[in-house]
């Protein structure tokens, strides 16, 4: 199985704040990967498809970078409805595998 | 607007069964992969189970394997996910999700609203 690693767990940071996410998967996914947006109560949201594909309807302060095994996404500037629980997934192989999340907190 | 409405959940006793449904609106259900990813409280994102656009292909997390069973009906555009032998750790908020695309490596672009499956005595 494919083990998919973020990186930090969670992050304060204040609105306008630019914040970046790393995930690392434990072998090479290409760039099959996916960014999802968790608030509390919700269902997960699509933010990032294929590494650095922005998902219809999702702001442009959102941005995924990376191929191989190393990944990020980055909010340029932290908005009030930013602050979630941020989730990155593998789709190059089953069986599909998560990160363990990145809660981003108002600082 | 797609659509995703789960149900079924509920309380149940160790051992026991469950069955919960996924009625989908919206987009051509028969053209799409549709899986089952659940979050046990408090915790991350656990994926279930994937069922091809026709049924034929199916995959599962090795923990639900033997016990849990996806299938659908695609005349009726429901997914289905049948819960045998469940276990207190089978505890969750258990989500359907639709593929993004027909190809074999594809994200969840929309997720239902969850239905909470409790396993205890």
């Known amino acids: 199985d494919i083990q998919m690693t973020q990186s930090p767990s969670s992050v304060s940071a204040s609105v306008g704040d630019r914040v970046t996410i790393t995930c690392r998967a434990s072998?090479?996914?290409?760039?099959?990967l996916a960014w999802y947006q968790q608030k509390p109560g919700k269902a997960p949201n699509l933010l990032i498809y294929?590494?650095?594909r922005l998902q219809s309807g999702v702001p442009s302060r959102f941005s995924g970078s990376g191929s191989g095994t190393d990944f990020t996404l980055t909010i340029s500037s932290l908005q009030p409805e930013d602050f979630a629980t941020y989730y990155c997934?593998?789709?190059?192989?089953?069986?599909?595998?998560f990160g363990q999340g990145t809660k981003v907190e108002i600082e | 607007e797609v659509q995703l409405v789960e149900s079924g959940g509920g309380l149940v006793q160790p051992g026991g069964s469950l069955r919960l449904s996924c009625a989908a609106s919206?987009?051509?259900?028969?053209?799409?992969?549709m899986s089952w990813v659940r979050q046990a409280p408090g915790q991350g994102l656990d994926w279930v189970s994937t069922?091809?656009?026709?049924?034929?292909?199916?995959d599962y997390a090795d923990s639900v394997k033997g016990r849990l069973t996806i299938s659908r009906d695609n005349s009726k555009n429901t997914l289905y996910l049948q819960m045998n032998s469940l276990r207190a750790e089978d505890t969750a908020v258990y989500y359907c999700?639709?593929?993004?695309?027909?190809?074999?490596?594809?994200?969840?672009?929309?997720w239902g609203q969850g239905t909470l499956v409790t396993v205890s005595s």
């Open positions: 999700a639709k593929a993004s695309d027909s190809s074999g490596k594809n994200y969840f672009d929309y």
């Open positions: 919206g987009f051509t259900f028969s053209s799409h992969a």
């Open positions: 069922i091809s656009a026709g049924g034929s292909s199916i």
């Open positions: 072998q090479v996914i290409s760039s099959w």
């Open positions: 294929a590494a650095s």
């Open positions: 997934q593998q789709a190059n192989s089953f069986p599909r595998t």
